[in-house]
C-alpha cells in the first residue's frame, strides 16, 4: 500500500473538514451569493426561519424582478442553512409573477404563506395564502384563488396598495391579516386561515407607507411599518391587536442605496432580533438589496429602542441542541 504524500494528506483532510463542517458564520448583509429583500421570520421549535424575495434584477434595470422566494433556517442565529424556494408566484394558477412581500404563520401543525404577486386576470397586486406541512415547504395553493384583489379596496387609485401582508395570530387564536401601501387595512381570519372573518377595515396611520408588521410582547401589541418615502421603520403600539395605537416613533433609519426597508422582529432562546434589508452588498442598489438582521434590547419601559445598522449583526446564540 503506497503512502499518500504529505501535500495529499492535507489536501484530503481539508476537504473532509469542508464537508463535515457547519454553514460559514455570516456577518452582515446575511446571503452574500444572492440579493434578498422583504424578509419574514418564523420562529418554530428551536429553529428561526427567514422567508426572503430574491432580487434578480440586472444593473441595468430600473425595476424590480423577482421570481422566488428563497427559505433559511439558523439555532443560532449566525449560521444560516439553505432550504432552497419553497414558492414562486406561478405556483398560483391565477398569478402571473412578481414575488413581493410576504409572510408565514403555523398553525394546527400547518405552515401559511402570505404572499405577494401580481394577478393574470384582475390588475394590479394581489394577496394569495399557501399551504405546507413543513416551514420549508414545499407551499402549494391554499385557495385556489387570490385572497385579496386590487378590486376589493378602493381607498387610493394605485394598483400596488393590496401589498405586504403581515400575519399575527393572538393568543385566543384569533388571526389577523394586516397590508397595504398608502393606506393600512387588516382583517380578522377565520380559523381555516384562508377566508375572512369579517370585513376589512382601514387603520388611519401619519405617513404610512408600507410593510405593516404586528407583534406582541408581554400586553403590549407593537405594530410598526414603513414610513415616508425613502423609508424610516416607525411603530406604535396599543391594548389590542386592533389599537387603538399609539404613535410611538422611528425605530431604524432610512438606508442608503435603496429607497425601501422592511422589518420583522422575533424573540428567540431569551433575545430579541430585528430583520430589515439594505443595498450593501457590492453592485447593491434600488432593485438590488440585501437581508440583515440586529439584536436589540427592549427599553424598560417595554419601548423599542432606535436600532442601529452594523456590519457584524447578533452575537451567536445557539439553542438547545443547536446544530448549524
Not at 232 to 239: D, F, V
Not at 287 to 305: K, M
Request: with cysteine.
Amino acid at each position: 500500500m503506497t503512502r499518500p504524500s504529505p501535500a495529499l494528506a492535507c489536501l484530503t483532510l481539508a476537504a473532509a473538514l469542508a464537508l463535515s463542517s457547519p454553514p460559514a458564520r455570516a456577518a452582515n448583509p446575511l446571503f452574500p451569493s444572492l440579493y434578498t429583500a422583504d424578509p419574514a421570520a418564523l420562529v418554530d421549535g428551536q429553529r428561526v426561519y427567514l422567508y426572503v424575495g430574491r432580487d434578480e434584477a440586472r444593473p441595468e434595470d430600473r425595476d424590480y424582478v423577482m421570481h422566488e422566494w428563497r427559505v433559511y433556517s439558523s439555532c443560532d442565529m449566525v449560521n444560516w442553512r439553505e432550504h432552497g424556494v419553497p414558492l414562486k408566484p406561478t405556483d398560483f394558477a391565477w398569478a402571473k409573477g412578481s414575488a413581493w412581500a410576504s409572510d408565514v404563520i403555523k398553525r394546527d401543525g400547518k405552515y401559511y404563506f402570505y404572499a405577494t404577486v401580481k394577478h393574470s386576470s384582475i390588475p394590479g397586486f394581489s394577496i394569495g395564502v399557501a399551504v405546507a406541512d413543513s416551514p420549508v415547504g414545499p407551499f402549494r395553493d391554499a385557495r385556489g384563488s387570490a385572497l385579496i384583489t386590487n378590486d376589493m379596496t378602493t381607498q387610493t387609485k394605485i394598483s400596488w396598495d393590496d401589498i405586504d401582508p403581515g400575519v399575527f395570530m393572538d393568543d385566543d387564536g384569533q388571526a389577523y391579516l394586516y397590508w397595504g401601501n398608502t393606506v393600512l387595512k387588516y382583517v380578522k381570519l377565520k380559523p381555516n386561515m384562508t377566508e375572512f372573518e369579517g370585513p376589512i377595515q382601514t387603520v388611519p396611520v401619519h405617513e404610512f407607507t408600507e410593510a405593516p408588521y404586528l407583534h406582541k410582547r408581554g400586553k403590549t401589541y407593537y405594530l410598526s411599518y414603513a414610513t415616508q418615502f425613502p423609508e424610516y421603520i416607525a411603530y406604535m403600539t396599543g391594548p389590542s391587536a386592533t389599537g387603538p395605537w399609539t404613535p410611538r416613533g422611528i425605530v431604524m433609519d432610512k438606508n442608503e442605496g435603496t429607497k425601501t426597508i422592511h422589518q420583522a422582529f422575533v424573540d428567540f432562546n431569551g433575545k430579541s432580533y430585528a430583520f430589515y434589508h439594505n443595498a450593501k452588498l457590492p453592485g447593491g442598489g434600488e432593485w438590488r438589496r440585501s437581508v440583515a438582521v440586529e439584536e436589540f434590547r427592549y427599553n424598560a419601559d417595554g419601548s423599542l429602542p432606535h436600532i442601529g445598522q452594523t456590519e457584524a449583526g447578533p452575537a451567536p446564540n445557539p439553542a438547545p441542541g443547536c446544530r448549524p
